[in-house]
């Protein structure tokens, strides 16, 4: 069951309410549309990513670690397998997203991963409660990135990891390439053949060309008390997988 007691309608503005709208419609072919669109890339993308998300963390004692706008769980998934015993939290303001990511738990990852229905600029969860947050193509959803960014180093431990993955706005001229040819030109037409909806799937270049570049990102990041802030680039630089850890002992 996904807990909905997290849900913080208040925080949600126009846009916030515009995106969930979105994503709602999408749900139930958002897996299939990620696989065609990336010709499956996303998945070693993600298993990239999360590689040494909780790799910090002392034996011992449970690892916790955030899966933010965790949509259908394949990140939160990616994260279980690699770190079995970890417990994890995945979080989304799209409970029928969480649902649709539901069904793909089985065995101990139903136990380890409880989904909660939450906003990323109010998150229901305690002070240093978590070892790592992770996000995946979720960051640049965000009405208020400052906002957001508060809430997450409020959440993680001293020492703790912020790993993001994220289409960032392009700069290199390759990426930009690519960007105005498939993303606004071919993606909408493919988002609109599995889903049936080419607004959303122009929604996703649009979001792209607003969003920061990874290096007004990882300035963002310094200036909320994160520090060795590294950026990789994936894939001639279509994603990036910017790597953070928040000011203080381990
Ligand atoms: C592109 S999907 C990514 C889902 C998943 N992380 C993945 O990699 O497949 C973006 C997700 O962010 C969620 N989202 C957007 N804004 C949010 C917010 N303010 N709070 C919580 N979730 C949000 C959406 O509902 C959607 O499930």
């Known amino acids: 069951m996904t807990d909905t007691s997290g849900t913080s309608v208040a925080v949600v ?6 995106v969930q709208r979105m994503f709602g419609r999408i749900a139930h072919g958002y897996d299939r549309a990620n696989r065609v669109m990336s010709l499956g890339i996303d998945v070693r993308w993600r298993r990239r990513a999360v590689a040494a998300l909780l790799a910090h963390v002392e034996s011992g004692r449970t690892a916790v670690g955030l899966d ?3 949509g259908t769980l394949d990140s939160t998934l990616a994260i279980h397998q690699r770190f079995p015993t970890a417990r994890l939290i995945a979080g989304d303001f799209v409970a029928s997203m969480l649902e649709h990511g539901q069904a793909k738990l089985v065995g101990a990852a139903k136990d380890r991963i409880e989904t909660k229905v939450m906003d990323a600029h109010a998150l229901p969860l305690a002070d240093r409660e978590c070892d790592a947050i992770f996000c995946a193509f979720g960051i640049r959803n965000l009405s208020d990135l400052a906002r957001a960014t508060a809430e997450q180093a409020r959440v993680l431990r001293p020492g703790g990891k912020l790993v993001v993955l994220d289409f960032f706005r392009p700069e290199r001229w390759t990426t930009k390439v690519v960007h105005a040819v498939y993303n606004r030109g071919i993606l909408p037409w493919v988002g ?5 909806d080419r607004e959303a799937y122009q929604y996703l270049p649009r979001s792209i060309g607003k969003f920061d570049s990874t290096g007004e990102y990882a300035a963002r990041l310094s200036a909320a008390g994160f520090v060795d802030v590294q950026v990789e680039s994936l894939t001639l630089g279509i994603a990036s997988i910017i790597r953070a850890t928040l000011q203080g002992p381990t």
């Not at 503005?13 to 515009?18: I, K, R, S, V």
């Not at 609109?192 to 049936?196: R, S």
């Open 13 to 18: 503005d126009a846009h916030g309410a515009q």
């Open 68 to 70: 933010l706008c965790a």
């Open 192 to 196: 609109w053949a599995v889903t049936g």
